[in-house]
């Protein structure tokens, strides 16, 4: 069975390889408040739909 689940969420690394954005950019977007974040413990995990409506213009 292939695995064919959409992610919720990218770590930090995963959104950036997704997205072609740098790390100090991804970074930057946070803090901006343009993309959604949650943070687990250390680990911070971008928001799947925050990533994908920024990269299709409309965040």
Known sequence: MPNSLTPLAYSITEACQV??????????????????VTRIGR???VNAE??????EGNG
Request: proline fraction near 0%; charge should be positive; charged fraction near 30%.
């Open 19 to 36: 997205s072609s954005i740098g790390k100090t950019r991804l970074y930057d977007l946070i803090n901006e408040g343009r993309l959604k």
């Open 43 to 45: 680990r911070t995990l």
């Open 50 to 55: 925050s990533l994908r409506a920024l990269v």
